[in-house]
């Protein structure tokens, strides 16, 4: 497992955060309580912006963040909105409190996609995700997985707000406390991916240009019919939509109008959002 640092621009906090977080250091420099910033004299290279050797033996360097700027907001494939692992949050910044104890809300919003590899093995809660860039990380929470429905292998798993965690013995992933912040689709990260690039194509307020199960396209003469559920895809007639219907999408239509609900759920690009927003919940 490799580990490497993120983009410090994103996730500076404010300086009332820093001064209210429920920490504190002692006369001999030790800290108690949570406290996820360095001091000035500890090492925080790793929170600099990165240039990070990848394990393809490519580097990357978010200094251009040309993939932010080819892919809007919403878009599950942008990588400040849908991070990697290497790109979530290293501060522990939900728990966090200003100088008043009043909740801080996020420097952003920003959601962690992982498809499930393993699920249990020998430490309860735990599973092992591969996210966007096959980056494979571990993941515990601390609460009964259950309460999110079916949890397997090959799913995808979404968090909200997610921030890396250091484990034992030098190892580091993710850690969830809470459910509301947690939701699984039932299908593989490639489908979930899939999908989305389904919705970027047609979103749903503009009309289809040609039949998802035939392509054939719209004409004065040919009126394509969006699907009652999801009203994500178009068909050309009844005999597309049936076939269609058989083939996959009675399988995804849900997870099209799941995928429709996150992408929708909050303004993605918004460089101040007032509140933390969970799964179910619009900003």
Not at 72 to 95: A, I, W
Not at 111 to 131: H, P, Q, V, W
Request: proline residues 6%.
């Amino acid at each position: 497992m490799w580990h490497a640092g993120m983009d410090a621009i994103d996730y500076e906090p404010d300086a009332d955060l820093i001064d209210g977080l429920n920490w504190s250091q002692s006369d001999d420099g030790s800290h108690s309580g949570s406290n996820p910033y360095p001091s000035e004299d500890e090492d925080s290279s790793d929170w600099e912006p990165y240039n990070i050797e990848r394990p393809d033996g490519c580097k990357t360097d978010d200094s251009e963040d040309e993939a932010s700027k080819r892919f809007p907001p919403k878009n599950l494939r942008n990588p400040k909105s849908f991070p990697s692992y290497v790109q979530c949050s290293p501060y522990e910044l939900y728990e966090a409190r200003d100088r008043h104890n009043a909740p801080m809300p996020p420097p952003r919003h920003w959601c962690y996609l992982g498809e499930i590899e393993e699920a249990g093995g020998l430490i309860r809660n735990s599973f092992t995700l591969k996210d966007k860039d096959g980056q494979s990380t571990d993941l515990m929470t601390n609460f009964d997985p259950s309460a999110l429905g079916t949890v397997k292998e090959g799913y995808t798993i979404a968090i909200l707000y997610a921030e890396k965690k250091y484990f034992s013995l030098g190892v580091y992933g993710l850690r969830v406390d809470h459910a509301k912040f947690v939701k699984v689709f039932p299908c593989d990260l490639d489908t979930l991916l899939r999908i989305n690039d389904d919705i970027e194509e047609t979103p749903v307020d503009n009309c289809a240009e040609k039949c998802k199960e035939c392509g054939k396209e719209a004409d004065a003469a040919t009126k394509l019919l969006r699907c009652s559920q999801c009203r994500a895809v178009s068909y050309c007639g009844k005999d597309c939509q049936t076939a269609a219907w058989k083939d996959k999408h009675k399988r995804e239509c849900k997870i099209f109008s799941d995928v429709i609900e996150l992408k929708e759920s909050r303004d993605w690009g918004n460089q101040k959002p007032s509140k933390w927003v969970s799964f179910g919940q619009r900003e």
